[in-house]
């Protein structure tokens, strides 16, 4: 038994499949963080590509710790609705490119908010944020596109 | 209930739609980009109104209300396209029938909202002084949203009838 294999016999996945409402609660959890951190993200990125300029950007080091407390929600409810059919999702490509996605635009949102710790000052005075910062914003809002994307492809894929 | 979804079963909109039904999908996606937008945006203002992110200004805040309307243009577009494609299996499915009363209460807050608060929210942000009603309003409406998501998602889950 491979570690997928043995991961859908958790108590989890058991809880999942036995309870009538638990798949659908996750889904709402799964829905409602995904609204938070990446209706967020985007809003970040869009800003640091310049519009809603009225908003200082330093106002987005609060948003972002909101935006993390999404991504917690989606982690959690994520990983319970992995377990459950852990192969399957496994050999699903809309999933793995989903996860890739999910991996290098947290990355990149990580790197994005400890960039505005150090320059959010800086750039608000001068009203000039980087040309670099606007293309990965750019490429942020891409990669979560890809992810929304994927994420809905799942379940017409699954075996 | 029946001569509604056969009304909408013999629209050209839904013969055109059971011939393409991949629209469906990417009408689900767009549904998708529609809830981030709405509820993202909609989650950051309502907050500020109840008291948090008090370092952001009220004002700016509502620079981000076209983000809320451009997420419900798109999510009333594609939700009322799949009423078109399948309407027996939605009109008559409880959960997509409390969404809809649920829809309906969070746009009578959000006329409420226009009304009484809007208009004063220059003078109550000089000093911050939003009265109580306005917090209960702009809890209200995240409440009535997420209820809104949440039986959305329940659709497929639920007895129909």
Request: glycine residues 6%.
């Amino acid at each position: 038994m491979n570690i997928f294999e043995s991961l859908e016999t958790t108590f989890i996945a058991n809880w999942l499949i036995d309870s009538l409402y638990g798949y659908p609660v996750m889904l709402v959890l799964h829905g409602i963080g995904m609204s938070i951190v990446i209706g967020i993200l985007f809003m970040f990125n869009l800003r640091l590509m310049g519009l809603f300029n009225n908003i200082e950007l330093g106002a987005f080091k609060s948003l972002l710790k909101l935006a993390w407390a999404g991504f917690l929600i989606n982690f959690i409810s994520g990983c319970i609705l992995f377990v459950q059919k852990a192969t399957s999702f496994v050999q699903n490509w809309a999933f793995l490119v989903k996860i890739a996605g999910v991996v290098i635009a947290t990355v990149m949102a990580i790197i994005a908010h400890k960039t505005l710790y150090q320059q959010a000052d800086k750039w608000n005075s001068e009203n000039a944020i980087a040309l670099s910062a606007k293309i990965l914003a750019f490429v942020s809002i891409g990669l979560w596109s890809v992810v929304i994307i994927t994420g809905r492809l799942v379940g017409y894929l699954e075996q | 209930m029946d001569i509604i979804i056969a009304w909408f079963e013999s629209s050209p909109t839904h013969t055109w739609m059971v011939d393409h039904n991949w629209i469906t999908v990417v009408l689900e996606i767009i549904h998708f980009f529609g809830l981030c937008l709405l509820l993202g945006a909609l989650l950051i203002i309502d907050l500020r109104m109840i008291g948090w992110f008090k370092s952001i200004s009220v004002k700016a805040i509502h620079s981000l209300l076209p983000v809320v309307f451009i997420g419900f243009g798109l999510n009333l577009m594609s939700g009322v396209l799949f009423v078109f494609y399948d309407p027996a299996r939605y009109l008559i499915n409880i959960s997509f029938q409390i969404k809809m009363v649920l829809v309906f209460l969070a746009a009578l807050n959000a006329l409420f909202y226009y009304w009484k608060i809007h208009p004063n929210i220059d003078r109550w942000s000089q000093d911050d002084s939003f009265p109580a009603f306005a917090k209960v309003v702009a809890a209200a409406s995240l409440l009535l949203w997420y209820g809104v998501l949440a039986c959305g998602r329940f659709i497929p889950y639920v007895g129909t009838g």
